[in-house]
């Protein structure tokens, strides 16, 4: 874990703002679909970095809460976070460990693969929930250095998600792109209580 964090503390430190100040594309794109789909306003973003995706959330009207192990990103999330007005609620976390209080309306992991946290991701939802996916798939053109366990491979984001209880709303997969990656929106069952 500390390799983890200081590698990512020196990556947040070389630059302003690390992958710019504008939300995800894929979520910018489905933000008035989410807020249809989803039963609340409560959100979770996954590894956070800065904060760009909590902090667009927030402005939709959700109360987003990031989490990250770097320390440096959580302290540029929170001061940018403050400098909006809004009170997002960013956390110094270990994915790996990481324990979730609370069910969440929404749940976003972008950039971000551990699959191992998905199933919890799943039960941290509440009924009628949504998790949306984007994140980095195996090709020729994917970014480097990435190691081969944290990038997708073709047809597995569908595979890990058909089990839980739930839609899955859209999948699709972009290898062809300057960065490849999978993309999907699971909810899960209106009925379905988390364990």
């Known amino acids: ?14 630059e302003e703002c690390l992958l710019g100040e504008k939300p995800s594309r894929f979520l910018a794109e489905r933000i008035e679909e989410l807020k249809r ?3 609340g306003r409560r959100a979770l973003d996954i590894a956070c970095g800065e904060g760009r995706n909590s902090i667009f959330l927030a402005r939709h009207g959700f109360a987003a809460t990031g989490l990250d192990i770097s320390p440096v990103a959580v302290e540029k999330a929170r001061n940018w976070a403050g400098r909006e007005g809004f009170a997002c609620d960013f956390r110094l976390a270990d994915l790996e460990t ?5 069910q969440f309306d929404l749940i976003i992991n972008f ?9 919890r991701e799943v039960a941290a939802l509440a009924p009628g929930g949504v998790l949306v996916f984007d ?29 839980f209880p739930g839609a899955i709303l859209h ?25």
């Open 1 to 14: 874990m500390n390799d983890d964090r200081t590698r990512w503390d020196q990556r947040y430190l070389s």
């Open 171 to 195: 999948c699709a997969e972009f290898p062809d792109d300057a960065t490849p990656t999978a993309k999907l929106i699971f909810q899960k069952n209106a009925g379905e209580q988390s364990p």
């Open 37 to 39: 789909l989803c039963p």
């Open 135 to 163: 994140t980095i798939l195996e090709a020729p053109t994917a970014p480097v250095p990435h190691r081969k366990e944290f990038l997708l491979q073709r047809g597995e984001l569908e595979r890990l998600f058909a089990p």
């Open 98 to 102: 990481y324990a979730f209080d609370g």
């Open 111 to 119: 950039n971000f693969l551990l699959r191992e946290l998905i199933p």
